[in-house]
């Protein structure tokens, strides 16, 4: 039986597996990651947990970064959470103590490549992953290869806009005026509700209780942010023309709320040439590791 080892890397905690070809977990650790300590200490810290498992029939570790990667170089461009860690060469250290192959990816990407091998998307050729939660990530796999494109960048979507004369919520900085992120994130859905209801609706979570009370200004901003996040959608099936979309996320927890708001409007959308494509929830309790561990033996092929 050949085995992986997954790494997700947090700016809190970092949890490490062994996992085997069918994504069942062998052994798992968690434990600090000592993310703001510096990449010295968080790569003292891995190998110190490593140590802990049984490498003889592992065939490659992945390592899932909170930030944007570059494949090509094999390491972290911008690292907000793990700060220091911008270039710093974990995958070619690693390698020389384990002897294993190494490949980093950012844990958007990691998250969506377990759902497509692993999850909801198991079964279908190009999956669309979307992240919905605080911010709003995505990624891109076909046939269980992540599409990274330029810089790492592939498959991003927090930028692209849907309503180009919406209210720009201070989510944060560099997104467009308009863009998903701006408009139908966790983040943005909390600021509307606390800017039109009150304290009692400031987070994602509150204005999801209360429209399901039937409060109609909560269903409003509800409605709104199934629109938009439907826009985002049908503008990345013009592009990509997945064969299905899994979307995660802490807000897709509420999915019983919103998602057939989302189908109904992204029909409306999206070319009817297109045909049915299923908008499904993600399904995985534990998509980071598995990921994690993915991302090796998608490379190895």
């Given amino acids: 039986m050949n085995y992986y080892i997954g790494i997700d ?3 809190t905690n970092v949890r490490i597996a062994q996992v085997d070809e069918e994504g069942k977990i062998i052994k798992d650790v968690i434990a600090p990651s000592h993310g703001l300590e510096g990449p010295e200490k968080i790569e003292a810290n891995i190998l110190e947990l490593l140590s802990q498992f049984d490498l003889t029939d592992v065939k490659s570790i992945g390592l899932a970064i909170p930030g944007p990667v570059d494949g090509e170089r ?7 959470n793990i700060p220091g860690c911008e270039n710093y060469p974990f995958a070619d250290n690693m390698h020389k103590v384990t002897g294993l192959p190494v490949f980093l990816d950012n844990d958007a990407n990691a998250a969506g490549l377990a759902e497509a091998v692993l ?8 999956v669309y992953y979307l992240t919905h939660s605080t911010g709003i990530g ?4 076909v046939d269980g290869k992540i599409i990274s494109g330029h810089k790492g960048y592939a498959g991003e979507v927090a930028n692209v806009i849907v309503d180009p004369e919406a209210k720009q919520y201070p989510v944060y900085a560099h997104l467009n005026r308009g863009g998903v992120e701006s408009v139908a994130s966790g983040t943005a859905i909390g600021l509307k ?3 039109l209801i009150g304290e009692e609706a400031d987070s994602s979570r509150k204005v999801f209780a209360l429209a399901a009370e039937g409060n109609e200004i909560a269903l409003g901003i509800i409605d709104k942010m199934s629109k938009d996040f439907a826009t985002c959608l049908a503008n990345i099936a013009a592009i990509c023309a997945p064969d299905c ?4 996320g802490g807000c897709s927890h509420s999915s019983d709320q919103y998602f057939d708001l989302v189908r109904a409007y992204y029909k409306s959308m999206a070319h009817p040439a297109m045909g049915e494509v299923p908008i499904l929830k993600a399904k995985l309790a534990e998509p980071g590791v598995l990921g994690a561990a993915m991302i090796g033996k998608s490379h190895l092929g």
């Fill in 9 to 11: 890397l947090g700016g």
């Fill in 74 to 80: 094999n390491v972290i461009t911008q690292a907000t």
């Fill in 119 to 126: 999850g909801a998307g198991k079964g279908y050729h190009e």
């Fill in 138 to 141: 995505g990624a891109l796999v």
């Fill in 193 to 195: 509700g606390k800017e």
């Fill in 245 to 248: 979309f899994v979307i995660g």
